[in-house]
């Protein structure tokens, strides 16, 4: 099998094409130019991920063009060289970019973006008091954590402690770390579905209590405790 031409474009056709569609450059790589005096350039790669018939796409970056910034010729070669080394290691390229994502961001980080994108829809200070109060303050516990790895139990911690003394605050407190999760996934910032972190939460939280209300003894009368797989199997039955 004769083996596919690379390296098909110059720097300067790179730069100066205008006419739409996909050029390739070989190897899978493409620059793909919309139509319209302000079609936008970018760097695609193409590509069958092994034992597959689908081709997929990974975008590259916007490349470089007259009076435009992005990628030069050179940049999107090393990139697309770096999937087909992905590719030949049995790897999915835009897998492997999701997993970097995810793993790159932590509940501090991502809470903080988020906060400020809707601050702007907030009533009032007050509300923007409480939603800063919540997601620093009182998650401070997970702040330094990245997203993909947060568990059940670590919620759990923050929650309990405040879910029969102050309920309406836990469950704000509880209902903002959801928006964080679910925001986190529609941004493709967290693999895992976000809702059903938080639904998890809640269920054990809600068992938790019935647990409560079973064990309860005048030597503790206030204390929450976050019951164990089979503690937990057995205080679901309440909910029967």
């Known amino acids: 099998m004769a083996k596919r031409q690379l390296h098909k474009l110059s720097a300067r056709e790179a730069e100066t094409i205008a006419k739409p569609g996909r050029h390739g450059d070989g190897g899978g790589l493409y620059l793909a130019i919309e139509a319209g005096a302000h079609g936008r350039r970018q760097w695609v790669f193409l590509y069958r991920v092994r034992g597959s018939s689908k081709r997929r796409e990974l975008g590259l970056g ?7 910034d992005g990628l030069s010729l050179a940049d999107a070669r090393l990139k697309a060289a770096d999937a087909r080394k992905k590719l030949a290691e049995g790897k999915d390229p835009a897998a492997e970019r999701r997993a970097e994502k995810v793993a790159a961001i932590t509940f501090g980080e991502f809470a903080d973006e988020l906060l400020q994108s809707i601050k702007s829809g907030f009533k009032g200070k007050k509300t923007y008091a409480d939603w800063n109060r919540d997601l620093k303050v009182r ?8 997203l993909q790895e947060i568990h ?4 759990l911690a923050i929650l309990s402690p ?4 102050i309920n309406r605050t836990a469950r704000e407190t509880r209902s903002r770390i959801e928006r964080v999760f679910m925001a986190a996934r529609a941004k493709g910032r967290l693999v895992s579905s976000g809702g059903g972190v938080i639904f998890s939460v809640t269920r054990l939280l809600t068992l938790s209590i019935a647990l409560f209300i079973r064990v ?5 009368p206030n204390q929450l405790t976050i019951p164990d797989s089979n503690e937990l199997a057995s205080a679901s039955t309440l909910h029967d």
Request: glycine residues 8%.
């Open 216 to 220: 309860r003894t005048p030597s503790s």
């Open 139 to 146: 998650c401070q516990p997970i702040r330094s954590k990245n």
């Open 152 to 155: 059940t139990t670590d919620i």
């Open 162 to 165: 405040m879910w029969l003394t």
């Open 62 to 68: 916007p490349a470089k063009g007259k009076g435009k």
